[in-house]
């Protein structure tokens, strides 16, 4: 907790560490009270630091808090409270010597510890989170990613209770003291900054697999969870090993130690860490089987897997100098692991998943108080840096620099990258430098997507010239301000295009100057404000498909009419731009019936929407996954973050309109689609496999839409696949539409049945609370009010606030909305009570507040309010502080 305004973090002010920590020897003696750390830190100057004038030593500072020391040595000499300063956040002491030992033990509290950061208990198991400064609740450290050390740690814990005892590296000694106890030595032969570090003991069970790398190298993997869970390992299992091949196939990386570990946790403020050898994830991204976990589940746990896995290269062997280069090693990770499950699964259909996602969250995160650049340049709290735009947007820059380099020579960037700066802590410049140096070619000017925040947007107009057969496409990008950034400059947006004739073939592309054409789609590069293209031997006026496979993370704007969106919808050779015309297509419309909402007018759907989705329903060759993605109309968030003021209660209904309108005009194509893929879901097994995931998606789309008829055939259908499945997807979509229904008798049998099967598995709850907190039926809050109440609810559990919580405020818009502000007044209550308990899943629910500028002035107001009241509701955390008091700047 802070006890006085945090301070600024600059980049400018970035400075080499003075001291270095070559060797970390650690013992952990854990009890059920209390945790004794020794910590024998074997340091030098660092020879990077120029001497001071006088010729002495700068002063140590260590990092350290909520910490008790009980013993401090160097060099062996006893120090005293004479020899030291301590304050809430520091150890400082005045080395005599260039090398020196410092010997530490401190008593730390991880049975009391709800903040999940540093060395805490969960589900009675002890681990670790250290990123981004958790090791400083751990030992007095130099708690900074360019100081990288050796690691040897050393567990000790009462045997019958902690059978397990792990740490990160290679096990090197285990005995027992005879009196219950026992303990393990573990080393870590791989330099690594202390966020690295991890440490599990617990009563677990693994389960064991091999994999014999590229050179021929024997890895032992093993995944370790509560034995009750043991039965739900074989995917993520599964999934371990093909992350294991892939990096070794398409980036040239092998594993480096003899052991790879992953644990799994049930109290976990993100989705898992990727530790050095001993990866600690959050229980809901490893386990998955059919019964209890979705299609999208199962999914999930592959890229999370895959995510982690990849960081051993991007992350580990070379990390970040420090955090403002957060994604230098997350936007990596997370391009390398889209790229793995594009590989796995179906690209197409995981790009317009990205993109969906980009568009409706990140863009949002662009617009509002807290945008960033994908490397900021100052912070109160890195834990509030884990954001879509280090990720995702990070991810999309370097799938830029994919595209304007291409695969091959990308590739060369990367093994130049890795084998350059292996073993450092590098910045986001060195990373760009090895691109360049591999490529010649000149990526100065765009460097800017690392430095400006803020989405861009191209707005493109064409004309045709009948009598010189040319056809010119007009760019003109913009960037709007963001905080601290009034004025931006040029982006490099790399546009894939390809121009259509009229019966949807891509034409040949000469632009003047060109002798000849060039390709049938390629990748032009606009990089000035305003920047034409003319393309030559057009006979006809073509039709453009601009930006395709979204090529850059910008708003695109082309006065396409309806129907040539309808053209592109069935006729685009680009699968994502399919999807995309289809989208827009679905903005015209619903934004006509916003307004005609808005104008107390009746709704009329155009009825071009109801025959461009009968042909996608009809057309038995698309990808079900397509038909799929096609059949679902933008969500309410998307269609808030592209409003100007999003008219909450317009939108809601707008859409919801949409969808029964649709319902009803696409009845019979919707319910013979959904019979045969119901009947082959009930004639084959469960398999975690694309084309079953894509037949799965569909059939469960399809109910969703039917359901909204009323129909009693519909209804029995949807208890039927509730009733009789061997699989979570069938289920928990046939109950999520049960509870949006009017059905309230077999809704509420439904919920209660479903409880009182899974009343045990906690993941398995956590769907249960967020599909009815997600419920946009009148009563949301009050639901939710009544859920917290549940035996199963726990505030607790991050995972269980997600569920509840951030459901409610995240998606279900209409309730959490509500006009009299009672939704607004219940997440900040929230807030203020998880600010004690867990700052950063505190400051995480605080999202939708943020957003307040979006709405009319009287939600506003309410929602100013409440951020007004968090403020002043007593001692604020740096997470909370910080977001709470940006948004209100
Ligand atoms: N580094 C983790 C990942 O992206 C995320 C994480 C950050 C986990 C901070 C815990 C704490 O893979
Ligand atoms: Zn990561």
């Known amino acids: ?40 830190l074997v340091m030098r100057r660092n020879p990077a630091c120029a001497a001071d004038s006088t010729g002495g030593l700068p ?46 033990s401190v008593r730390i509290h991880p049975e009391s510890n709800t903040a999940l950061e540093g060395l805490y208990k969960s589900s009675g198991m002890f681990c670790t989170q250290c990123e981004a400064e958790g090791f400083r609740k751990i030992t007095y450290y130099l708690d900074r990613p360019d100081v990288m050390s050796k690691f040897t740690t050393t567990v000790s814990a009462e045997q019958h209770s902690y059978p397990v005892l792990l740490s990160n590296g290679n096990p090197i000694a285990t005995g027992s003291e005879g009196d219950g106890r026992h303990w393990a030595t573990w080393e870590d032969p791989f330099m690594k900054p202390a966020y690295l570090f991890a440490l599990v003991a617990g009563d677990l069970w693994c389960v064991e697999d091999r994999f014999t790398t590229m050179s021929a190298r024997e890895v032992t993997l093993r995944i370790y969870v509560e034995p009750e869970n043991i039965d739900k390992v074989q995917h993520a299992m599964d999934s371990l090993k093909k992350s294991m091949t892939w990096d070794e196939q398409v980036y040239g990386r092998e594993y480096d130690l003899d052991i790879f570990m992953i644990v799994a946790v049930n109290d976990f403020n993100m989705g898992a860490m990727e530790n050095k050898g001993l990866n600690i994830f959050n229980s809901s991204c490893v386990l998955a089987r059919a019964e209890t976990a979705t299609d999208a589940a199962h999914q999930r746990v592959e890229a999370v897997v895959a995510h982690e896995y990849f960081h051993n290269w991007s992350g580990n062997r070379v990390t970040c100098r420090d955090w403002f280069q957060l994604s230098l090693k997350e936007g990596f990770t997370v391009f390398r692991d889209s790229e793995f499950s594009a590989d796995m699964n179906s690209r197409t259909v995981k790009r317009i998943e990205d993109v969906a996602y980009l568009r409706t969250h990140q863009f949002a995160e662009d617009a509002g108080p807290m945008a960033h650049p994908v490397r900021p340049d100052a912070y109160m709290e890195i834990s509030n840096f884990y954001t879509l735009t280090i990720y995702e947007k990070g991810s999309e820059v370097l799938r830029m620099i994919h595209t304007l380099l291409g695969a091959e020579t990308f590739r060369k960037g990367s093994d130049l990258y890795f084998e350059r700066h292996d073993g450092q802590a590098v910045t986001c410049d060195d990373f760009v430098q090895a691109m360049e140096d591999a490529s010649g070619v000149d990526l100065s000017q765009f460097k800017r997507w690392y430095t400006q925040a803020g989405t861009p947007r191209l707005e493109v107009s064409e004309s045709y010239d009948a009598a010189a057969n040319t056809y010119r496409l007009q760019f003109r990008q913009s960037c709007p301000a963001t905080p601290g950034q009034a004025e931006k400059l040029p982006f490099v947006i790399p546009v894939e295009l390809a121009l259509l004739d009229a019966e949807g073939r891509e034409l040949p592309l000469q632009l003047v100057g060109e002798d000849k054409p060039v390709g049938r789609s390629r990748v032009l590069q606009v990089t000035q404000a305003e920047q034409a293209f003319t393309f030559l031997n057009l006979e006809a006026k073509p039709l453009p498909s601009l930006l395709r496979g979204f090529s850059a993370p910008v708003k695109l704007s082309f006065p396409y009419s309806r129907d040539q969106l309808m053209f592109l919808m069935q006729h685009d050779s680009d699968g994502f731009n399919r999807w995309e015309a289809g989208q827009q ?22 009825q071009r929407l109801v025959s461009a989705l009968r042909s996608v329903l009809e057309n ?114 046939a109950l999520a539409v049960l509870v949006n229904s009017p059905f309230t008798s077999e809704r509420d049998a439904a919920l209660q049945s479903f409880a009182e099967h899974f009343k045990d598995n906690a993941l398995v709850m956590d769907q249960w609370f967020s599909v009815q907190a997600a419920s946009t039926l009148p009563g949301g809050l009050v639901r939710v009010q009544a859920l917290m109440q549940h035996p199963a609810f726990t505030m607790k559990n991050p995972n269980k606030v997600r569920a509840l919580i951030g459901a409610f405020a995240g ?65 604020l955390s740096s997470d909370v502080f910080e977001v709470v008091s940006k948004s209100l700047a």
Not at 61 to 74: F, S
Not at 833 to 844: D, G, T, V
Request: aromatic share 8%.
């Open 1 to 40: 907790m802070r006890t006085e305004q945090p301070k600024m973090i600059y980049l400018e002010d970035y400075q080499a560490p003075d001291y270095l920590i070559d060797e970390t020897h650690l013992t952990f003696e854990l009890y059920e009270d209390h945790t004794l750390v020794h910590a024998q």
């Open 620 to 733: 038995a060759s698309l990808d079900q996954a397509m038909v799929a993605e096609m059949l679902s109309l933008p969500g309410e968030g998307y269609l808030t973050e592209i409003s100007e003021v999003a008219d909450v209660d317009a939108i809601h209904a707008a859409r919801e309109f949409a969808r029964s309108a649709l319902a009803t005009a696409l009845f019979e194509p919707l319910w013979a689609r959904y019979q045969v893929n119901r009947e082959l879901s009930r004639s084959t097994a469960y398999v975690a496999e694309s084309s079953h995931f894509a037949r799965r998606s569909l059939q469960n789309i399809a109910l969703s839409y039917l359901m909204l008829t009323g129909k009693a055939e519909v209804l029995a259908a949807c208890l039927e696949q509730f009733e009789v499945c061997d699989n979570m997807t069938e289920r928990l979509a």
């Open 811 to 875: 998606q279900n818009l209409i309730n959490f909305h509500a006009a009299d502000g009672s939704g607004y007044r219940f997440l900040a209550d929230q807030v203020i009570s998880l600010n004690a308990s867990n700052p950063q899943i505190a400051s995480r629910q605080l999202g939708p507040l943020t957003r307040w500028r979006k709405y009319d002035a009287s939600r506003q107001a309410l929602m100013k309010a409440e951020l007004e009241r968090i403020l002043v509701s007593g001692e």
């Open 585 to 606: 297509l679905s903005v015209q419309v619903l934004q006509e019936l916003i307004g005609q909402h808005q104008r107390g007018e009746a709704l009329v759907l155009d």
């Open 59 to 104: 002063p140590l500072v260590l990092d350290g808090q909520q910490l008790e020391l009980l013993n401090l040595a160097l060099d062996d000499r006893e120090l005293t409270v004479a020899d030291y300063q301590l304050d809430d956040s520091h150890l400082t002491l005045q080395p005599t010597q260039e090398r020196f030992v410092i010997d530490s």
